[in-house]
């Protein structure tokens, strides 16, 4: 086997650093061949996955966070003929490392042993538009409160999860809701809105069970929609998303979909897979089993 490695040392607060040299030994371990790229700069790896020749390898592989495998899918997305792509990885080094989860990859060892025993699962992809260009994504995108509290975690990246745990707290002073019209396959939903997520798995900023019920492979995203609510219950109802609880909640509304439309008043700034890019109005699709990751 010939993997594509493309690195992140600034993934999860410089942990990507430390842990370049670590896999790499562990890989020439294992008889795994390599080829590793190391980002330079912030979606580096998009540029690094635009030039790649996928053909030459095995697998293509991210060492780095959520946000380092948005890039990656979208440089080979974008510029690639997805149907001739071979199989995706993660080694998850970041500060939440949410999608790696819903394969079975919660650690750097996991990532590891998931190349060494090469099965694959085919993954959905969804996209969301910008100026008439798709961007793709495979764990989340949303708005609202959701993005405000990451940025405010992206202060704290060397907390870990710990870090979305301080921005919600920090942003629940400034708690602000927004206009919001959400067309999901044709059913119409108006009004004021605290966020909204368009879920392709289950978890946001590390452990958070966001969608609780979503399923990478079944050709639907899962649509988490929550109204406005006092900053107290608020308070009360976000401990329940690690128990993926907060359903119970009535301002919390789950759906099921394949295509959405959204516009906000004011414009609200966009989160796909933990990445701050893009912005309101846009559309949401989903294509089914696009990809195949290593799990």
């Known amino acids: 086997m010939t993997i594509a490695l493309i690195a992140n040392p600034s993934a999860g607060g410089r942990k990507g650093s430390q842990a370049i040299p ?40 991210s060492l780095g966070g959520d946000g380092t495998n948005f890039h990656l899918l979208n440089g080979l997305m974008q510029y690639h003929d997805p149907a001739t792509l071979p199989p995706l990885g993660i080694i998850p080094v970041g500060s939440g490392n949410s999608f790696a989860r819903d394969l079975g990859i919660c650690t750097t060892a996991d990532g590891i042993r998931a ?3 090469g099965r694959t699962r085919p993954v959905d992809v969804c ?18 409160f959701v993005t405000d509290v990451a940025q405010t975690a992206h202060q704290w990246k060397r907390c870990g999860d710990f870090s979305y745990v301080l921005g919600v707290f920090r942003r629940m ?3 602000r809701f927004h206009r919001m019209e959400l067309v999901i396959d044709g059913m119409r939903i108006e009004g004021e809105n605290c966020f909204v997520e368009f879920c392709n798995s289950r978890y946001t900023g590390g452990r958070m069970l966001m969608a ?20 107290r219950s608020l308070m009360a109802t976000f401990p329940r998303i690690f128990k993926g609880t907060h359903g119970q909640h ?42 195949r990751y290593f799990a």
């Not at 008889?31 to 790649?52: C, N, P, S, V, W």
């Not at 509304?253 to 846009?282: H, I, M, Q």
Request: proline share 8%; with cysteine; aromatic share 12%.
């Open 22 to 61: 670590k896999v790499e030994a562990h890989l020439r371990r294992h008889g795994i061949e390599y080829r590793i790229f190391i980002t330079q700069y912030h979606a580096h790896a998009m540029d690094i996955a635009r030039k790649l020749t996928p053909a030459n390898y095995d697998g293509v592989v």
């Open 115 to 117: 190349l060494i025993r």
């Open 127 to 144: 996209s969301f538009t910008q100026d008439g260009q798709p961007w793709y994504f495979v764990n989340l995108t949303g708005f609202g």
């Open 173 to 175: 002073l400034e708690l």
């Open 212 to 231: 609780p019920d979503a399923k990478i492979d079944d050709g639907w995203f899962d649509v988490v929609v929550v109204g406005p609510m006092s900053r």
């Open 250 to 291: 009535p301002a919390v509304r789950f759906y099921r979909a394949k295509t959405a439309s959204v516009k906000t008043d004011p414009p609200k700034t966009l989160l796909p897979d933990g990445e701050c890019f893009g912005s309101t109005p846009t559309q949401v699709a989903v294509d089914p089993r696009r990809v």
